[in-house]
């Protein structure tokens, strides 16, 4: 995660142009806590949300700064698919390998809830912050004081965004649907699905 803020400058830059990934991230500090690293976070995601970009253009940067993990299983999920082009059979697959809690289908939207970070501290604590503190995956979200932007968290789909678009083989609409950070229970995302 410590490439975090690289990701989002190069992000900004293949999307809006060098110069304004210039503006909103001028030169990245050594970040050596969370607070900073969520301070400075919080700073260069309020840059980005005063521009009013389109939802999407957002979900194009923040996508592009997520975590790559599971990528070793993209290979085998997308042979299943072009095998069996069953849907809930693929989720079933992926139950486990990578998702720790089952996806939900509803016709073609598919509702992704991701497992607290630190699932034993979360289920002991009691108060909203470390509750919050606990479910966040994000370091440079999860010690932030105050508000959390919904631009930061669509970093969060950006994961399962890559992995669905990998294996289905086109782009597919992402929703952020819940949030700790907004003071919901969990994160969840919404991916919409080619129709059967």
């Known amino acids: 995660m410590s490439d975090w803020p690289g990701k989002l400058k190069n992000a900004i830059s293949k999307e809006l142009g060098q110069f304004i990934a210039n ?15 969520a301070k400075w976070a919080q700073k260069a995601i309020g840059l980005l949300d005063e521009m ?52 939900e289908r509803k016709g073609n939207l598919i509702f992704l809830t991701k497992a607290p970070c630190h699932s034993e501290d979360f289920n002991k604590v009691t108060t909203p912050e470390l509750k919050k ?31 669905f678009e990998q294996i289905l083989g086109q782009p597919v609409p992402m929703k952020l649907t819940k949030s700790v950070m907004r003071g919901d229970d969990i994160c969840q995302f919404s991916v919409t699905i080619p129709s059967d």
């Open 52 to 103: 009013n970009l389109d939802e999407s253009v957002r979900w194009d940067i923040m996508s592009q700064c997520s975590c790559t993990c599971a990528d070793d299983l993209i290979d085998e999920h997308r042979a299943s698919y072009l095998k069996h082009k069953d849907i809930d059979r693929l989720l079933d697959e992926m139950f486990q390998r990578p998702f720790f809690v089952r996806p």
């Open 23 to 37: 503006n909103i991230v001028p030169e990245i500090p050594e970040l050596i806590d969370e607070k900073s690293k």
């Open 133 to 163: 503190y606990h479910y966040c995956h994000c370091d440079f979200a999860r010690a932030a004081e105050g508000s959390v932007s919904v631009t930061h968290c669509m970093c969060g789909g950006g994961w399962y965004r890559r992995l």
